[in-house]
Antibody, heavy 113, light 110 residues
Framework: EVQLVESGGGLVQPGGSLRLSCAASGFTFSNYWMNWVRQAPGKGLEWVANIKQDGSEKYYVDSVKGRFTISRDNAKNSLYLQMNSLRAEDMAVYYC??????WGQGTLVTVSS | QAGLTQPPSVSKGLRQTATLTCTGNSNNVGNQGAAWLQQHQGHPPKLLSYRNNNRPSGISERFSASRSGNTASLTITGLQPEDEADYYCSAWDRSLSAWVFGGGTKLTVL
């Protein structure tokens, strides 16, 4: 059974940092492009970033460039998202996504003072 | 980054057919087609089809996707109450090097 389990969300003040993690199992993690997709409360889906199988290519949505960093550890079947300089508009449920096939349950990031 | 265009809502009757549309451009939908996802309230999205009409295992044949030019479509036949959900399209945009999503269509089954 495919499982993607996100962790690391929570409440953070504007300007603060959080590191999201995603533990993958049930599929060959190292064969997949991995993504972070977010969804603000009551809003639609927004792609945030992705990373190639070997980590050699990374892409970001313009609004997070320079603030967020995606990384992976294939030995640990894990995906990460380092989020710095957080803003109110970053508040959302963050999903770990294997290509577009596999989705985690999401972790909520709340940015508020 | 510009997204894909979807109608905000569609309403159809039970056992009828609904067709949802998704319009992009030659760099995204017109290049490699679109993926379609279904999201029920309070749940993560689920992939219904990718690159137009490739269905993951376990997805009902009542869901079929197609593309004409820069517009992708998802047709759902024999509508059931459980089909009531939000539907999103997505495509890789080669000029932006980014995935783009539509704003979503809320499907209501009357």
């Amino acid at each position: 059974e495919v499982q993607l389990v996100e962790s690391g969300g929570g409440l953070v003040q504007p300007g603060g940092s959080l590191r999201l993690s995603c533990a993958a199992s049930g599929f060959t993690f190292s064969n997949y492009w991995m993504n972070w997709v977010r969804q603000a409360p009551g809003k639609g889906l927004e792609w945030v970033a992705n990373i190639k199988q070997d980590g050699s290519e990374k892409y970001y949505v313009d609004s997070v460039k320079g603030r967020f960093t995606i990384s992976r550890d294939n030995a640990k079947n894990s995906l990460y998202l380092q989020m710095n300089s957080l803003r109110a508009e970053d508040m959302a449920v963050y999903y770990c996504v294997g290509h577009l096939d596999y989705w985690g349950q999401g972790t909520l990031v709340t940015v508020s003072s | 980054q510009a997204g894909l265009t979807q109608p905000p809502s569609v309403s159809k009757g039970l056992r009828q057919t609904a067709t949802l549309t998704c319009t992009g451009n030659s760099n995204n939908v017109g290049n490699q087609g679109a993926a379609w996802l279904q999201q029920h309230q309070g749940h993560p999205p689920k992939l219904l089809s990718y690159r137009n009409n490739n269905r993951p295992s376990g997805i009902s044949e009542r869901f079929s996707a197609s593309r004409s030019g820069n517009t992708a479509s998802l047709t759902i036949t024999g509508l059931q109450p459980e089909d009531e959900a939000d539907y999103y399209c997505s495509a890789w945009d080669r000029s932006l090097s980014a995935w783009v999503f539509g704003g979503g269509t809320k499907l209501t089954v009357l």
